[in-house]
T-cell receptor
């Protein structure tokens, strides 16, 4: 089975631009969540989607948004980029339905650099 | 919201020694506590987890203990090997979906 796939792997943007990141979960996984990883901050939860609906949202400004498609693929968008948005964005999917299902299967991440 | 604190931030041990990483959480409703290992340049991967109805769980050289009263849980690695060198993250979750609160990570170095 293919793992979680994230594209693009690396990207460089300038302040004020917007960016869209894509995530394809493991086949059969319907829950997709996004995390921001920065040095010293660990992984911070952005949002979770299940069956095309946002189920949970972290404490990030409205510039961060996401969506999920009927095939469970997910995208996240960051508008009006700031220098502090530079980070590794990790997508994770989970194998079972329902809450608190256990293991997160992470993708390799999209590394965003904002200049 | 939940707050997970993790200590130490860096840890160096000699090969064969034990390593212990500790985490505390603030929300008594949290009931699932996984540990992830992230090797340099790679994705985080689950190494062990524990649910709130269990006090201890062991998997070969790795064990996790949970003290619900004190709201803390720990990762124990025995007989450490160089391949154990990585960043380890603890996390906590409630039964409200797959929203996890992660600690800030511990960089473990095992010296051969």
């Amino acid at each position: 089975k293919a793992g979680v796939t994230q594209t693009p792997r690396y990207l460089i943007k300038t302040r004020g631009q917007q960016v869209t990141l894509s995530c394809s979960p493991i086949s059969g996984h319907r829950s997709v969540s996004w995390y921001q990883q920065t040095p010293g901050q660990g992984l911070q939860f952005l949002f979770e989607y299940f069956s095309e609906t946002q189920r949970n949202k972290g404490n990030f400004p409205g510039r961060f948004s996401g969506r999920q498609f009927s095939n469970s693929r997910s995208e996240m968008n960051v508008s009006t980029l700031e220098l502090g948005d530079s980070a590794l964005y990790l997508c994770a999917s989970t194998p079972r339905e329902g809450a608190n299902t256990g293991e997160l299967f992470f993708g390799e991440g999209s590394r965003l650099t904002v200049l | 919201g939940e707050n997970v604190e993790q200590h130490p931030s860096t840890l160096s041990v000699q090969e064969g020694d034990s390593a212990v990483i500790k985490c505390t959480y603030s929300d008594s409703a949290s009931n699932y506590f996984p540990w992830y290992k992230q090797e340099l340049g790679k994705r985080p991967q689950l190494i062990i987890d524990i649910r709130s109805n269990v006090g201890e769980k062991k998997d070969q050289r790795i064990a996790v203990t949970l003290n619900k009263t004190a709201k803390h849980f720990s990762l124990h690695i025995t007989e450490t090997q160089p391949e154990d060198s990585a960043v380890y993250f603890c996390a906590a979750s409630k039964n409200t979906g797959n929203q996890f609160y992660f600690g800030t990570g511990t960089s473990l170095t095992v010296i051969p």
